[in-house]
């Protein structure tokens, strides 16, 4: 049982590169978030799913895409970086309706740098 | 007004000593109650729920005011491991399974 994992670890773009991220989770939740984590901003929500195939904006969606084509995948995209996309970018997951648990799982992040 | 507000800190405190943080929040509707820690570079990790009489975790207390709409977490008898990040969280039901954030208390425990 893996949790929540997010591909790449660490990556560098440059202005107006493109790029996704993956998050993946076996826990069979059904919801999944992005956020982003900014010095003294906190947790901002970016996208979030609440199930196969739907997707929600959250707090900060501008300049993000998502996409949850299976359960256990949440990917985000960005289609052409900007310096002010540089962040920590955190996955999560919650709720299983056999469980009916609420607790927030995360990943362990993605650093992302945009020259 | 933020949805959920902390005392950033730092709170520096000696080992041994306990340590109080509170954590208000705006929405009277607001449901299910956390404290995650995030310690530096890593992810946020519950650390323990908190419910409406209260609860206890070893040397961690926290407590719900619904009324002042605030919560609280204890930490008695500090360790140089507690150093890190407690993020306050917050989840309104009504709005899906939606979780709002602190910016996070950071504490320093010193030998």
């Known amino acids: 049982n893996a949790g929540v994992t997010q591909t790449p670890k660490f990556r560098v773009l440059k202005t107006g590169q493109s790029m996704t991220l993956l998050c993946a989770q076996d826990m069979n939740h059904e919801y999944m978030y992005w956020y982003r984590q900014d010095p003294g901003m906190g947790l901002r929500l970016i996208h979030y799913?609440?199930?196969?195939?739907?997707?929600a904006k959250g707090e900060v969606p501008d300049g993000y895409n998502v996409s949850r084509l299976k359960k256990q995948n949440f990917l985000l995209g960005l289609e052409s970086a900007a310096p002010s996309q540089t962040s920590v970018y955190f996955c999560?997951?919650?709720?299983?309706?056999?469980?009916?648990?609420?607790?927030?799982?995360f990943g362990p992040g993605t650093r992302l740098l945009v020259l | 007004r933020k949805e959920v507000e902390q005392d950033p800190g730092p709170f520096n405190v000696p080992e041994g000593a306990t340590v109080a943080f509170n954590c208000t929040y705006s929405n009277s509707a607001s449901q299910s109650f956390f404290w995650y820690r995030q310690d530096c570079r890593k992810e946020p990790k519950l650390l323990m729920s908190v419910y409406s009489s209260g609860n206890e975790d070893g040397r961690f207390t926290a407590q719900l005011n619904r009324a002042s709409q605030y919560i609280s977490l204890l930490i008695r008898d500090s360790k140089l491991s507690d150093s890190a990040t407690y993020l306050c969280?917050?989840?309104?039901?009504?709005?899906?399974?939606?979780?709002?954030f602190g910016s996070g208390t950071k504490l320093n425990v010193k030998p």
């Open positions: 799913s609440v199930g196969e195939g739907t997707t």
């Open positions: 969280v917050v989840n309104t039901l009504y709005n899906f399974n939606k979780f709002y």
């Open positions: 999560a997951s919650s709720y299983s309706k056999t469980s009916n648990q609420e607790t927030q799982y």
